[in-house]
């Protein structure tokens, strides 16, 4: 299939509302950005930061890197990602790829939305592994136990055709937590086996490993900041803002828009 054009993907982008008017509500959003300053682990995504944001600072940053709405008496009713941010991130995020690709780095995968980015991280980790570079897993099996998600509590790291995920020991589970990418890392330096030389990821996943010194490119929605703050403060290569929601099939332009940049198509 032909990669969309700039133009052509930011359309595909605000038609689907993975950018543009997206679903989650600016209530949700005021909402996290608040618990993340007041220090709620469950949003900040294992990641500590330099000083203590204020929720008008929060606020201001994810206008400028993700395109929310800056009015803070703005506080109810459909908020915005910026297209063209998506996609500026999207750019450095292939011209990363490519790098890793030249270099043969190695690289791993791993998320915390198994069902909706999975596949577009799946590809993108084909491409590379063609590309000789290796691709890290470790830590599968480890368990972890979570009181902020519904029953069952308990977390298994599982890798699906090479990308992390949690499950509940049946079915993939969203998650939110660094417990796994911290186990992860922590497997590898027990083995006394090399860190991965980049991580694509999100949630807790991107944060953990963006706290361990890993150079990560991130995902993350219009409500969870941390990832952007990350960015920030030079804890995280990039991170991309866009609806992290839809069904897998909704990001195939934005994947083989970035596999056709980095020359991996």
Not at 144 to 159: A, D, G, K, L, Q
Not at 173 to 194: N, T, V
Not at 231 to 249: A, F, I, N, R, S
Request: charged share 25%; net charge negative; glycine share 8%.
């Amino acid at each position: 299939m032909t990669p969309p054009t700039r133009a052509e993907l930011i359309s595909h982008l605000v038609r689907t509302g993975i950018a543009g008017h997206v679903d989650t509500s600016r209530q949700n959003n005021l909402r996290h950005y608040r618990r993340l300053v007041q220090k709620d682990p469950y949003h900040q995504f294992g990641l500590s930061f330099s000083h203590d944001w204020t929720f008008s600072e929060v606020l201001a940053l994810m206008s400028k890197r993700c395109g929310v709405v800056g009015d803070e008496e703005y506080v109810w009713g459909i908020d915005t990602i910026d297209p063209d941010l998506t996609v500026d991130a999207l750019e450095a995020v292939a011209d990363r790829l490519a790098l890793a690709a030249e270099r043969r780095e190695r690289v791993m995968f791993a998320t915390g939305h198994p069902n909706k980015l999975q596949g577009t991280y799946r590809l993108w980790k084909d491409a590379l592994a063609a590309q000789g570079c290796p691709v890290l897993t470790a830590a599968a099996g480890y368990t972890y136990e979570v009181t902020t998600e519904r029953p069952p509590n308990r977390r298994f790291v599982v890798w699906q055709d090479g990308v992390g995920i949690v499950t509940d020991g049946h079915l993939a589970r969203h998650s939110h937590h660094p417990f796994a990418m911290r186990a992860i890392l922590g497997d590898l330096a027990d083995r006394g086996e090399p860190w991965p030389q980049l991580v694509i990821a999100d949630h807790g996943f991107a944060g953990a490993a963006g706290e361990a010194g890993v150079p990560t490119l991130g995902f993350a929605d219009c409500n969870d900041p941390a990832l952007f703050l990350a960015e920030h403060e030079g804890k995280l290569l990039v991170t991309v803002p866009l609806d992290d929601g839809y069904l897998t099939e909704d990001y195939a332009p934005l994947r083989d828009y970035v596999l056709a940049r980095a020359g991996l198509s």
